[in-house]
DNA sequence: CATTGTTATATATCATGTTATAGATTTTGA
DNA sequence: TCAAAATCTATAACATGATATATAACAATG
């Protein structure tokens, strides 16, 4: 069967490029699952930038994820119900709320670094090794790849592993 | 403020992609807003698969999509509200249901194929033209090209016409 | 210092993707 | 032929993106 949406080139380009997204998200999570933390791949990029950029506003989350704000005070709720994430009113401007990580916070994304984020990058990067040419072309070669091989086939045993 | 998601790369490449088709799926609504109907820019897909290939049943729409079957289930209720999709039972499947387009469906397509499709596609095509290179860089210059002038600002006046 | 405008965040609502599962129908096979 | 398995669609529940708007705090201006 036609798969419309490639057809269809640079006219359906958002929802090629969400779907291939969606795709890579829900490999990442099975990946990810082996941390036994009920955290979803797509709240990883939050606990990253705090994790870059050390604590900060809601607002500030918001434009260094490139997401609009409501959805990252949703996300800081419930990151910090799981108690991974803590938040205090700023001391100057009691409008702002500055949001870091909790020891828990700190602790699971120093794990994720360690045991997961490599195994992820390194299984995308083989995803996309040597693709080159026009985007729409190579976003055909992702497709096609991950229907040969999804991620958590790509993931490299670690060097010197005694597995 | 720095992107996280653009410098954590390949780890975060589904988010980025997401991020980026929504963009492109957000602006490519204005310039279907202009039709006058309240369809999503998502729902496009639907009513394109259906122009080219004919009836198909939800379960051939999902897999030529590439969504799971509930979302088509869903979006073919919603577009037959609309009174764009009507769906009869297959006859020699009584699982089946068959979804076509109306000939108000069949008209908004044909309006919007002659209309506006051609805009998007020459749009996305000059933000993506003279792409080349490792596919982060073409996301990140599309991301540029994005910032630096929206879909809405690249479609070509139909040549000859009188504005 | 009161009023007005701006900014930061939260909330409400909607859109649309997912998975899991229920119910109806068809197919299979002893 | 009938029970079991498979298939098709709908529904429920959840996740997460968006926009619009309310509320609270700050800033500016008379």
Redesign the pocket.
């Known amino acids: 069967m036609e798969d419309v949406i490639r057809s269809l080139g640079f006219l359906c380009l958002g929802?090629r490029l969400?779907?291939i997204g969606?795709q890579l998200q829900?490999e990442a999570q099975r990946l990810l699952d082996r941390l036994d933390v009920?955290v979803?791949?797509?709240?990883y990029p939050l606990l990253a930038a705090l994790d870059r950029l050390g604590p900060l506003?809601?607002?500030?989350l918001?434009q260094c994820l490139?997401?609009?704000?409501?959805?990252?005070?949703?996300?800081?709720?419930?990151l910090s119900e799981l108690g991974l994430l803590e938040?205090s009113p700023?001391t100057?401007?009691?409008?702002?709320?500055?949001v870091s990580l909790t020891w828990d916070g700190r602790r699971l994304v120093d794990v994720a670094k360690r045991d997961v984020w490599p195994s992820i990058e390194n299984a995308v990067a083989d995803l996309c090794a040597g693709l080159s040419g026009p985007l729409l072309e190579q976003l055909a070669a992702i497709e096609d790849g991950l229907a040969a091989a999804p991620l958590d086939r790509r993931v490299k045993k670690p060097e010197g592993a005694a597995q």
């Open positions: 929802s969400k779907r969606e829900a009920p979803q791949a797509s709240q506003s809601v607002g500030e918001a490139g997401v609009a704000q409501p959805g990252v005070t949703r996300s800081v709720s419930l938040v700023s100057d401007d009691q409008r702002r709320r500055i």
